[in-house]
Nanobody, 123 residues
Framework: QVQLVESGGGLVQAGGSLKLSCVAS????????VSWFRQAPGKEYTYVASIVYDTGSTYYADSLKGRFTISRGDARNTVYLQMNNLKPEDTAVYYC????????????????WGQGTQVTVSS
């Protein structure tokens, strides 16, 4: 059984930074695509970023390029999301998800996802 656990969320002022972590148990991220999604209050899940774990190739939602960076850890079961210059509209629950095969931009296409971590950005 694969489990994903997100951490690192919290309350931050606008302009601040947070680094989220996603740790897998039960297997490593080898041969998987790992993505971050977020869900703002009352809204649908939206795509944030992806990494092809074996190659390190990354993909981002156009609106977040330059502020968010997805990266992989050394232990092969960790992925990070560095978020800089945070804005109140970044307030959401952030979810880590992983899948086999090609990158996907909808959460329901993923095989595994975590319970999320809350990020709140105050103005």
């Amino acid at each position: 059984q694969v489990q994903l656990v997100e951490s690192g969320g919290g309350l931050v002022q606008a302009g601040g930074s947070l680094k989220l972590s996603c740790v897998a148990s039960g297997r490593t991220f080898t041969n998987l695509r790992v993505s971050w999604f977020r869900q703002a209050p009352g809204k649908e899940y939206t795509y944030v970023a992806s990494i092809v774990y074996d190659t390190g190739s990354t993909y981002y939602a156009d609106s977040l390029k330059g502020r968010f960076t997805i990266s992989r850890g050394d232990a092969r079961n960790t992925v990070y999301l560095q978020m800089n210059n945070l804005k109140p509209e970044d307030t959401a629950v952030y979810y880590c998800a992983a899948k086999r095969g090609s990158i996907a931009f909808l959460l329901h296409d993923y095989n595994y996802w975590g319970q999320g971590t809350q990020v709140t950005v105050s103005s």
